[in-house]
């Protein structure tokens, strides 16, 4: 292979550093050989594997950098930290309440550490369905193993979970339902339950503290809060990038701006970051925006007569994909959720004396979520992003019938989960709420509106559509390259054409290892 030519004739790239845009001056230029914008799953490992390879790498990250100083285990300090809009993002009709992390390291700094490989039955569909070529699961095989190695990725002990965990896989066991522990991306974990705010010992394996600092180490440039407004295109390629500066209070603008100049671009700012990006830089229209799914998420819980302590331990180690597969209805897989105070309290249906009552149990409280897989059926074509004139995205999702019928089949098995792991009562429900005292209550499910239940997500995929089909697609398969400019590669989350059936992270980690290796194969050529 021939020798990187660099973009400049510098005798020495610049040293690598993690940067805050604050400490640059109005109207700084950068300059470097690729530009990563969002430092997440999928730009961490991009800008690690290009940066390795020898080219200068610039990284650009909207939220700030923020280390295990700063992760105090409080709801009150580290969800306006470290989530997109303070961890209230919400569908256009707040019907779907989206938790996106945003901060060096996007989401993987607060994930609950579940990791999965993409399951083979969904290549295999995009294959049939969606002209989505040249990716396999053997193609992907040695790049997940690569991540699992470097990020320590190891599946949990029946021992090692915690109680609310544990009667889920009690249950599930007892009612003859698939169960399993799950694979966590943690390396000395303590378990003290708070991977939501930031590990405050670095334990989790996140970007913030593996692929990042690799990148870096190695001569790349993170540059956190900087926004990016818009890509300048000209001739069919992007030319530089047009930033803001966030202020100090972390969301609004400084009013000071950065260019940042390179010969290719990575777009990797997610589910709703990507599609948003794309449209202010007049790059919209076609499939950008488009088909992006939630997997919609509605849970119970469950009082138990010992306690739970829902709020300690890892808090997501078991998991349930009995019903991933069900024919043409959408299928569901259930896991354990976390109960901190301020997510129980939000989470908590009724008012008053009611609503202090329930919250006076939460010790004995487990809670479990069913998670429904959409976007494999024709009818469902998923949300759409679009920009509000401020430019803010906005995404407009409209949970289709078919997905809350399935949701309430969901959370009838997740009430005979937990009867049969020994619970006393199982709660469902907005103000009236549904209280359950055995399974014989389980046909009350069946009269109640979902329509008028709050969902919430934590998966936001789609939105930038991969396919070899330039009409219903956005990005070409095989190198995740836009269609129509020539330097510019999507690789993230975004690319997924429907849902997963399984927590992201791994797959777009893997996906994006695989991708990277194919840029360095071609630009180097």
């Known amino acids: 292979m021939s020798e990187l030519v660099p973009l400049h004739n510098e005798p020495k790239k610049p040293a690598g550093a993690f940067v805050d845009a604050a400490t640059l001056a109005d109207g700084a230029t950068l300059e470097a050989d690729v530009v990563v914008i969002g430092s997440g799953a999928g730009g961490a490992v991009v800008a690690c594997e290009l940066q390795r390879a020898g080219f200068d790498v610039i990284v650009l990250e909207e939220g700030g950098h923020h280390t295990r100083a700063d992760f105090k285990m409080r709801e009150d300090i580290n969800y306006p930290m470290l989530y997109q809009e303070s961890g209230a993002r919400a569908t256009k009709d707040l019907g779907m309440t989206i938790l996106q992390g945003r901060a060096v390291g996007g989401s993987t700094v607060v994930n609950w550490t579940t990791s999965f490989r993409t399951p083979p039955r969904v290549y295999e569909h995009w294959k049939k369905a969606h002209a989505v070529g040249e990716i396999s699961i053997a193609d992907l095989s040695p790049h997940w193993d690569a991540v699992e190695e470097r990020l320590h990725v190891e599946k949990v002990p029946y021992e090692q ?27 000395r974990c303590m378990q003290s339950g708070y991977c939501g705010m930031g590990c405050p010992v670095d334990a989790k394996q996140s970007m913030l503290v593996t692929y990042l600092p690799d990148a870096v180490e190695r001569g790349a440039r993170v540059v956190s809060r900087c926004r990016v407004d818009k890509l300048v295109v000209a001739g069919g390629s992007v030319g530089k990038a047009e930033c803001s500066v966030i202020g100090d209070d972390g969301y609004n603008t400084s009013g000071k701006r950065v260019t940042v100049r390179a010969r290719r671009f990575v777009l990797a700012a997610g589910g709703i970051g990507s599609p948003s990006i794309l449209i202010r830089s007049g790059l919209g229209g076609g499939m950008v925006g488009r088909r992006t799914f939630l997997h919609p998420v509605h849970g119970v819980f469950a009082h138990y007569k010992d ?22 209805d959408p299928g569901l897989f259930y896991e354990a959720a976390p109960m901190h105070p301020m997510l129980a309290a939000v989470a908590t249906a009724g008012f008053g004396a009611v609503h202090r009552q329930l919250m006076e149990k939460l010790p004995y409280v487990a809670a479990h979520i069913a998670l429904a897989i959409d976007g494999f059926h024709p009818s469902e074509e998923g949300g759409t992003v679009t920009v509000r004139p401020s430019g803010a995205p906005l995404l407009d999702y409209q949970t289709p019938l078919r997905i809350r019928q399935a949701l309430r089949e969901g959370v009838k098995w997740l009430a005979k989960i937990n009867f049969a792991a020994g619970a006393e009562e199982v709660g469902f429900g907005e103000f009236p709420m549904l209280m359950l005292r055995s399974d014989r209550d389980l046909s009350l499910f069946d009269h109640y509106d979902m ?48 849902s997963l059936g399984v927590n992201p992270q791994e797959s777009i980690y893997g996906l994006a290892r695989l991708v990277a290796s194919r840029l360095v194969q071609s630009w180097k050529a």
């Open 161 to 187: 979970t915690n109680r609310n965990n544990r009667v889920l896989f009690d249950g599930a066991t007892a009612l003859g339902l698939q169960v399993d522990t799950t694979r966590r991306n943690v390396k």
């Open 307 to 328: 306690p739970i302590e829902p709020y300690y331990g890892a808090p997501q180690s078991v998991a349930s994909h009995a019903h991933a597969e069900r024919g043409d």
């Open 451 to 498: 329509g008028k239940q709050p969902l919430f997500s934590a998966h936001v995929m789609g939105g930038c559509k991969m396919g070899d089909d330039p009409k219903s697609s956005v990005v070409r398969s095989k190198d995740l390259r836009h269609h129509t400019v020539e330097n510019l590669h999507i690789v993230d989350g975004s690319v997924f054409p429907t």
